[in-house]
């Protein structure tokens, strides 16, 4: 069975402290990692997908990288509009569905 | 802008009822997704359908059923709520492996 754990659970930074969130992972064969963003009370949004190890994404202050146990999503001088909780996710070959972590909540004070 | 819609963004139903939770996805996606979001759980999948009439269950599907008539929409049916079936709904659909796009969520609350 696919598993998926995000650490930390809670994220409390100041404006502009850069930080990394990790994602571990276990899966029979890898078919892609999934970044999402929440926002409270609204459903996720795309932030990246990465497919094999090595592979890096960014996106403004955002970057993800994956290993083939773990994905961490760096942070970088982050901003008070960053706060969120950003889920990750995994996808087995030959299967359908997305397997989520918990998630980790980021908050960012001005 | 793509859209996933969700009929509801709140619910309050009794114990008992029957309820349904309606999806409608306007990208003309082949796979469609229910998940519900518990604090500390994360997103656990109830059901999938990878195409018209046909599904699959996920994780969690016991006192659930679903059904998909037209490509665009995907109904979640709840046959007798019960409490422990409060919780955040989130719809979503994707073309083949490609990512995921999330409705605004169904908060239901169930007494």
């Known amino acids: 069975e696919d598993q998926v754990t995000q650490s930390p659970e809670a994220l409390r930074l100041q404006e502009g402290e850069s930080s990394s969130l990790n994602c571990s992972y276990t899966?029979?064969?890898?078919?892609?990692l999934f970044w999402y963003r929440q926002d409270p009370g609204k459903g996720p949004e795309f932030l990246f997908t990465l497919y094999s190890a090595g592979e890096e994404k960014e996106k403004e202050r955002l970057k993800a990288t994956l290993t083939k146990k773990e994905s961490f999503l760096h942070i970088t001088a982050p901003k008070p509009e960053d706060s969120a909780t950003y889920l990750c996710a995994v996808q087995a070959r030959n299967d359908y569905k997305l397997s989520f972590g918990a998630g980790t909540t980021v908050t960012v004070r001005a | 802008d793509v859209k996933v819609t969700q009929s509801s963004r709140y619910l309050v139903k009794r114990t008992g009822e029957k309820v349904f939770l309606e999806c409608v996805q306007d990208?003309?996606?082949?796979?469609m997704f229910w998940y519900r979001q518990d604090p500390g759980l994360g997103l656990r999948l109830i059901y999938f359908s990878y195409d018209v009439k046909m599904k699959e269950k996920g994780d969690i599907p016991e006192g659930y059923s679903v059904s998909r008539e037209k490509k665009e929409r995907f109904s979640l049916i709840l046959e007798s709520a019960s409490t422990n079936q409060t919780s955040m709904y989130l719809c979503?659909?994707?073309?083949?492996?490609?990512?995921?796009?999330f409705g605004s969520g169904t908060q239901l609350s169930v007494l």
């Open positions: 990208m003309d996606h082949e796979n």
């Open positions: 979503a659909s994707r073309q083949a492996d490609e990512k995921l796009f």
């Open positions: 899966v029979s064969g890898l078919r892609g």
